[in-house]
């Protein structure tokens, strides 16, 4: 039993690494091949039921649905946290990239820990950075307003990155620095439980996809986004920083955001 686990596991970090473009630390792989420690056939399992996820996901009648994506198979003691403030403690001290050596502050997230509205952005900039909180700074100002204008308040929803500290220079994240943070991401959705989440930006939306689309063609329709016991309805658009960049983006946004909460209020009325 504990080998087939074992080896279902390989495979599907061998599959991420073929098929998802992630490049998989071959010290995970490694690990296990060499030893399993007692007490950590969880993390196994773990990586095992979402290997099977992935090809019942691919059923017909669904739309794009990811996988988990979990790609740790060492049992970590965050994994284990039951709130949101436990996990923030567990892992704002993370050393697995070398992100954490130019970070002056890690950036976990704010907001409701029970929001049905979860945001999530690339990674923090320079002035999130300096403060230790996401979107802050004239973007931030900007997401704010767009939150206002569908009668929403920073308070009510969570707001994150999928890397929780600085690249240098804001340059994209890298395959290897996503793989090492995303399972911190996917335990905050896994805690906070959103009905609804907002991707800003490509990069949020092709990360949380698996997509390779540009923006364009990703934006204004929703998606089933699917992991663990989370069933939520996901869209993409414009990060605030590219509206600065280039207000004729601004109306697109305007739409999504129109979109997003009318599909909300439906839910809510259920
Ligand atoms: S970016 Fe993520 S994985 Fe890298 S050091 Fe920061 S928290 Fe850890």
Request: hydrophobic share 35%.
């Amino acid at each position: 039993m504990k080998r087939n686990l074992i080896e279902d596991g390989i495979n599907y970090l061998k599959y991420v690494r073929k098929n998802k473009g992630i490049s998989v630390p071959s010290e995970y792989l490694k690990n296990i091949e060499i030893e399993i420690p007692d007490g950590k056939s969880g993390t196994i399992e773990m990586a095992a039921e979402t290997h099977k996820k992935e090809y019942k996901d691919k059923l017909p009648g669904t739309n794009v649905v990811r996988d988990g994506g979990a790609v740790s198979l060492i049992k970590e003691d965050w994994m284990e946290v039951k709130n949101i403030p436990e996990l923030d403690e567990k892992i704002n001290k993370c050393s697995k990239c070398p992100l954490h050596s130019t970070r002056k502050n890690f950036v976990f997230g704010t907001g409701n820990p029970k929001a049905d509205i979860m945001l999530i952005g690339e990674a923090p900039g320079a002035e999130e950075d300096n403060q230790g909180k996401p979107f802050v700074g004239r973007a931030g100002k900007l997401l704010t307003d767009i939150l206002k204008a569908i009668n929403l308040t920073r308070e009510e929803v969570f707001i994150c990155n999928i890397l929780k500290c600085r690249p240098p220079e804001n340059r994209n994240p890298l395959p290897e620095e996503i793989v090492r943070c995303e399972p911190y991401l996917l335990k905050q959705l896994e805690l906070i439980k959103p009905k609804f989440i907002l991707c800003l930006g490509t990069f949020a939306g092709q990360t949380m996809l698996r997509a390779k689309e540009p923006l364009g063609k990703m934006r204004g329709k929703f998606y089933n986004f699917n992991y663990s016991d989370l069933s939520a309805k996901l869209m993409v658009t414009y990060h605030p920083a590219a509206l600065l960049r280039n207000p004729n983006w601004k109306r697109p946004t305007w739409e999504d955001v129109q979109l997003f909460r009318k599909e909300y209020d439906k839910e809510k009325e259920k």
